[in-house]
């Protein structure tokens, strides 16, 4: 019974201290930011934005050399609601030493603010744009808080990235000297994911076609190809297989006949070289220009004299492509056995499919 009195005695004279605990915490530097933060963004979601200069005016006033009330990203997208145009340029007019300085500072417990902040943006992207407009601001000002307003707003892509690098270029052309020249360079302008100028291709083809000259033909051909892209131009090496049927009786050597109708194929490795001319969205248009090694064959099977058609021919070749997303249509001409008075001229329609893979790297 004696410990019981004894222990709500100690309980109830401590009531007064923990009060007084629980009051110096709420009178944290820490809490304060947290709360004002709260407060800051309740009138923001209502669009008092008299009141939210004040309550960031007052978090500002809490930020010391350990302490910080914003990220940088949240104060800019402040200012910008509040028409604070002098601050933002003060704010924008950093260096490395005071980013880094933040690395040593307790930053503000993460919460909904930079979040809604950039959803209302979006939102009411019309607004910010006014205040800008209305703000009569000198032509670097202008030009540089637009340049960000345009990158904080739009989607996160390789492809806007590189649009705002290119803008970001030209504005310290333009400004060479400008005291905005940390924060356009190391947070503006960023690395990008995009393509290498390096990649590779790959090409699948059916086609049909003929041959003129002393062995005149039809021809039906599987080709498949893999190639080396350097910018516009692509180097493939690739396999040519053909099926023909003779148009004409063949003579041979020993004086006998090949018969018109009869089978032969084709076998025909081959390097080419192609640039492409035109690339617009999903449409493209490559000529290409190559060699290819090419060996006739007619089966002996039924006659043995017909080994004295099997041909090697150095063929030359020159084509264009047309490509339509992934599908690819192809002519092709060709010339075997130049200056062996026996040559032919090969035309080859086909459909296939094709592409190119980039390789992907970042891109300064």
């Known amino acids: 019974m004696k410990k019981l009195v ?9 009531i007064p201290a923990f009060a007084q605990i629980e009051d110096e915490i709420q009178q944290t530097k820490k809490v304060k930011i947290e709360n004002g933060r709260a407060y800051l963004l309740e009138k923001f979601l209502d669009r008092d934005y008299e009141k939210v200069k004040e309550i960031k005016d007052y978090l500002k006033g809490l930020e010391d050399d350990n302490y910080c009330a914003f990220y940088p990203w949240e104060l800019w997208q402040l200012l910008y609601w509040t028409s604070e145009f002098d601050a933002l340029s003060v704010e924008f007019s950093v260096d490395s030493t005071d980013f880094h300085a933040l690395d040593n500072k307790v930053m503000p417990t993460k919460d909904q603010l930079n979040q809604q902040l950039y959803i209302h943006s979006i939102e009411d992207e ?3 744009r006014s205040n800008l407009q209305d703000a009569q601001l000198s032509d670097e000002d202008d030009d540089f808080f637009t340049i960000f307003l345009d990158w904080n707003l739009k989607p996160l892509s390789s492809e806007n990235q590189e649009i705002v690098n290119g803008k970001i270029d030209d504005f310290l052309k333009t400004y060479p000297d400008s005291r905005y020249e940390w924060v356009a360079k190391n947070v503006v302008h960023r690395p990008y994911l995009g393509e290498s100028d390096w990649g590779f291709g790959f090409g699948l083809s059916f086609g049909t ?3 003129t000259g002393k062995l005149q033909q039809p021809i039906f051909a599987l080709e ?8 516009k131009f692509e180097l493939d090496f690739g396999v040519n297989v053909t099926s023909l049927k003779t148009l004409y009786e063949q003579s041979l050597p020993n004086d006998s006949i090949y018969p018109k109708g009869s089978s ?20 493209g248009i490559t000529p290409s220009v190559g060699i290819g090694f090419l060996r006739e064959g007619y089966p002996t099977k039924d006659n043995p004299n017909n080994k004295y058609l099997d041909k090697k021919y150095t063929v030359s070749r020159a084509g264009v492509a047309i490509d339509i997303r992934f599908v690819r249509i192809r002519y092709d001409f060709g010339i075997t056995g130049l200056g062996k008075g026996d040559g032919s001229t090969m035309h080859t329609i086909s459909l296939g499919i094709a592409g190119i893979g980039r390789i992907q790297k970042y891109i300064e």
């Open 224 to 231: 498949i190809c893999v190639g080396v892209v350097y910018k």
């Open 209 to 211: 076609g003929f041959t």
């Open 264 to 283: 032969a194929s084709g076998f025909m490795p081959f390097f080419s070289l192609s640039y492409n001319v035109f690339k617009k969205k999903w449409i």
């Open 6 to 14: 004894i222990s709500i005695i100690f309980i109830i004279t401590m």
């Open 126 to 128: 019309h607004i910010l």
